[in-house]
C-alpha cells in the first residue's frame, strides 16, 4: 500500500472538519435540535466560552462559526498574546464592519485563563457593542478563571474528551485518505489508549508513524513496531515504564483487592505519568458501580463527588478529593452483584424471544385499553399489609425466576440478603402465582 505522506501540511490540518457535521465527539452539542448546532442555525452569532479537556475541537468549533456566519476569524493566544494583539483585534474588527462590504468578526481567545483581569476586561466595551463576537476557549472551569462580567455575557458550552469510538473514527479517516499504512487491531488500542480522549494527542501521533512507517517502507504497523517507534514517548507519558492501560489495571486491582497504600501508590503513579485527573475520575466512577455496589451504595455517590471537587478546583488542589475517593473505594465493602446481575440479564435478554407484558402489568390510559384486560387484576404494593404484594408475579408468563441479583454477605448487601430472603418466604406462605 502506497501512503502519501504530505510534510507541507499537518495531518490534523488535513483531517479538520469542514462543516459541523465532519465533527467528531460533542455530540451533546452539536447533535440535530441541541444547543450548539441551534446556535449555528441561529444565523445571529453570540458570545461564548469552550470549556474541556485539550484536543476535544474548540478552536475547530471556533473556526466553523466563523465560517458558518461569514465572518472575519482573529485567533489570539492568551499564553503568547497580551493587550497589544487585543488593541490589534479591535482595529481589524472595526475595519471589517466599516469595510464596502460588511463583515462580521469573531474574535478567539485560546486558553482564555492565561489573560488576567484587566486583559480580559479590554474586551467588554466591544462585546457589548457588538463589534465582534467573543469566543473564549479554556481547559479550566470558567468560573473560577474568568471575570464574572465577561462571563454573564456568553453562553458556556462544556465540552468532553473524545471516547474509544470517537477517536477510532479519526483513524478511520486517516485512513481513508491513505495517510497512514493500515495498523493492526492492537496497535490501534493502544494507540487509542494513548491519545486517552485528546485528538490533537493522536493525530500528533499518526503522523510520527506514518513518516517512520514510509522510511521503513512498511505495509502494516504492528503493535510491537510502534513500541518501538514510540517506546520513549510512551515512557515519558507513564515514568515507570509500564504501559498506560497495565497501570490503570494495576489501580482497578488495588482498589478490587481492598489495599489502599498500593492503590495510592498506582494513582499517584498515573497522575505523576500525566494522566488527565478527569479519565482517573471516570474510572473511579466505574469501580464504585463494579466492585462495590449496593454493599456500599456511598461509594459510588462519593466518587460522583470527588469528580465534581475536582472539576471545580482543578489542579493540583482537586487531585486530593480523588485521592479521599481511591482510599474510600480501597477500603468499602466489595460487592459486583449487580454488575453480575446486570451481566446475566443482558445475556437472558439477548438469547430469549420477546415475551408479552402480563395484562396485569400493562398500562390503560385508556377506555379501550380497560376494556381489553389492560391492567386488570394489578395490585397496588402501598395498599398491601407491609407495603407488599404477596405472591404476585412480575414477570413474563411462564419465564422462571432467573435469580440474576444474588446479594454478597458484606455490608449492606448482608440486610439485602436478609430482606429478599423474608420477602421469598411471605411468597411461600402466600402461594406466588
Avoid at 474509544?164 to 496497535?187: H, T
Amino acid at each position: 500500500m502506497s501512503v502519501s505522506v504530505h510534510l507541507q501540511q499537518p495531518l490534523a490540518e488535513r483531517l479538520r472538519p469542514r462543516n459541523l457535521g465532519e465533527v467528531i465527539g460533542q455530540q451533546h452539542l452539536i447533535g440535530e435540535g441541541l444547543a450548539l448546532r441551534l446556535a449555528f442555525e441561529s444565523g445571529q452569532p453570540h458570545s461564548c466560552i469552550l470549556w474541556g479537556p485539550p484536543g476535544v475541537g474548540k478552536t475547530t468549533i471556533a473556526r466553523l462559526m466563523a465560517d458558518a456566519f461569514d465572518a472575519q476569524f482573529i485567533s489570539i493566544s492568551a499564553v503568547l498574546g497580551g493587550v497589544k494583539d487585543i488593541r490589534e483585534a479591535v482595529e481589524k474588527a472595526q475595519a471589517a464592519l466599516e469595510g464596502l462590504q460588511p463583515q462580521r468578526t469573531i474574535v478567539f481567545v485560546d486558553e482564555v485563563h492565561r489573560f488576567n483581569k484587566s486583559q480580559q476586561d479590554a474586551f467588554l466595551p466591544h462585546v457589548e457593542s457588538g463589534l465582534f463576537t467573543f469566543i473564549g476557549a479554556t481547559t479550566e472551569n470558567p468560573s473560577f478563571e474568568v471575570n464574572s462580567a465577561l462571563l454573564s455575557r456568553a453562553a458556556v458550552y462544556v465540552l468532553q474528551a473524545l471516547n474509544e469510538a470517537d477517536l477510532k473514527q479519526i483513524v478511520q479517516r486517516a485512513l481513508e485518505i491513505r495517510a497512514i499504512a493500515p495498523l493492526e487491531v492492537d496497535a490501534e488500542q493502544r494507540l487509542i489508549a494513548y491519545a486517552d480522549g485528546d485528538a490533537r494527542r493522536l493525530l500528533n501521533t499518526l503522523e510520527t508513524l506514518a513518516v517512520a512507517a514510509q522510511r521503513e517502507k512498511l505495509e502494516s504497523i504492528s503493535d510491537a513496531w510502534l513500541l518501538k517507534v514510540l517506546g520513549e514517548r510512551m515512557r515519558r507519558y507513564d515514568k515507570g515504564g509500564e504501559q498506560f492501560y497495565d497501570t490503570i489495571s494495576a489501580l482497578h486491582k488495588s482498589v478490587r483487592g481492598s489495599d489502599p497504600d498500593a492503590a495510592l501508590y498506582w494513582f499517584t503513579r498515573m497522575l505523576d505519568g500525566g494522566a488527565d485527573p478527569r479519565y482517573m475520575a471516570r474510572r473511579l466512577i466505574r469501580m464504585a458501580a463494579e466492585d462495590i455496589g449496593l454493599a456500599d451504595p456511598r461509594a459510588l455517590r462519593l466518587a460522583l463527588d470527588a469528580a465534581e471537587v475536582y472539576e471545580r478546583l482543578g489542579s493540583p488542589e482537586g487531585e486530593l478529593a480523588l485521592a479521599e475517593c481511591v482510599i474510600y473505594l480501597a477500603v468499602a465493602a466489595k460487592s459486583n452483584a449487580v454488575y453480575k446481575a446486570f451481566n446475566e440479564a443482558k445475556a437472558w435478554v439477548k438469547k430469549d424471544g420477546t415475551r408479552p407484558v402480563p395484562m396485569h402489568l400493562r398500562n390503560a390510559p385508556t377506555q379501550l385499553m380497560k376494556t381489553l384486560d389492560y391492567g386488570k387484576g394489578y395490585r397496588y404494593a402501598h395498599d398491601e399489609e407491609g407495603g407488599f404484594a404477596a405472591g404476585e408475579n412480575y414477570l413474563p408468563e411462564g419465564m422462571p425466576a432467573p435469580g440474576f441479583y444474588r446479594p454478597v454477605d458484606r455490608g449492606l448487601e448482608m440486610k439485602i440478603a436478609e430482606k429478599m430472603a423474608n420477602l421469598r418466604e411471605i411468597n411461600r406462605a402466600r402461594g406466588a402465582k
